[in-house]
């Protein structure tokens, strides 16, 4: 099955839909703000997410982001499934990370501390993650086993 043609095309429609595109970020040393953005739902919860899929892109991801607001995260899109493991290096907001299927299906959460190079990765193989800010999925009763529903996820 070709996943990735459906992923950049619902991208590519986001940025065409009012998006912004990609820039380039020089030297990580600042919070990258004008990444593309899919809307994403966890039931009946809104979830605007900015999207990282370049290795660059990923890298950075929340770094240096001093706030963030409550329906925002970031969405980081690999190219395989694969055991993903995230740290909070130079990132100052305190994250919870939704490790997710191919499907939409939450694996399992971990809340990450701010500047904590502790790793924390996902219990299988998945191609997206997904940070929000920290209690997000607590408050919104959202556990491992729940579905996000977008154009990533949509069937293929």
Same mark, same amino acid.
């Not at 595109?21 to 966890?42: N, S, Y």
């Not at 890298?59 to 499934?81: C, D, K, N, S």
């Given at each position: 099955?070709?996943?990735?043609?459906?992923?950049?095309?619902?991208?590519?429609?986001?940025?065409?839909?009012?998006? $912004?595109?990609?820039? @380039? *970020?020089?030297?990580?040393?600042?919070?990258? !703000?004008?990444? =593309?953005?899919?809307?994403?739902? @966890?039931?009946?919860?809104? /979830?605007?997410?900015?999207?990282? +899929?370049?290795?660059?892109?990923?890298? /950075?991801?929340?770094?240096?982001? +001093?706030?963030?607001?409550? *329906?925002?995260?970031? !969405?980081?899109?690999?190219? +395989?499934?694969?055991?993903?493991?995230?740290?909070?290096?130079? $990132?100052?907001? =305190? !994250?919870?990370? @939704?490790?997710?299927?191919?499907?939409?299906? /939450?694996?399992?959460?971990?809340?990450?501390? =701010?500047?904590? #190079?502790?790793?924390?990765?996902?219990?299988?193989?998945?191609?997206?993650?997904? #940070?929000?800010?920290?209690?997000?999925? @607590? +408050?919104?009763? /959202?556990?491992?086993?729940?579905?996000?529903?977008?154009?990533?996820?949509?069937?293929?």
């Amino acid at each position: 099955m070709q996943r990735r043609p459906a992923l950049l095309a619902a991208l590519s429609l986001v940025a065409v839909l009012g998006g $912004t595109a990609p820039t @380039a *970020h020089a030297q990580g040393d600042g919070p990258q !703000l004008q990444l =593309p953005r899919v809307e994403l739902r @966890a039931g009946m919860f809104r /979830i605007d997410a900015q999207v990282a +899929q370049s290795p660059g892109e990923r890298q /950075i991801g929340l770094m240096h982001r +001093q706030q963030m607001p409550p *329906h925002e995260g970031m !969405l980081f899109v690999f190219e +395989q499934p694969a055991v993903q493991c995230f740290w909070m290096k130079n $990132t100052l907001l =305190p !994250l919870t990370a @939704a490790f997710v299927a191919d499907d939409g299906t /939450i694996v399992n959460l971990v809340d990450m501390k =701010p500047l904590d #190079e502790t790793s924390h990765c996902s219990a299988k193989p998945v191609r997206f993650v997904l #940070e929000m800010n920290q209690g997000w999925f @607590a +408050q919104k009763n /959202i556990r491992a086993g729940a579905k996000l529903v977008g154009a990533p996820f949509s069937s293929r």
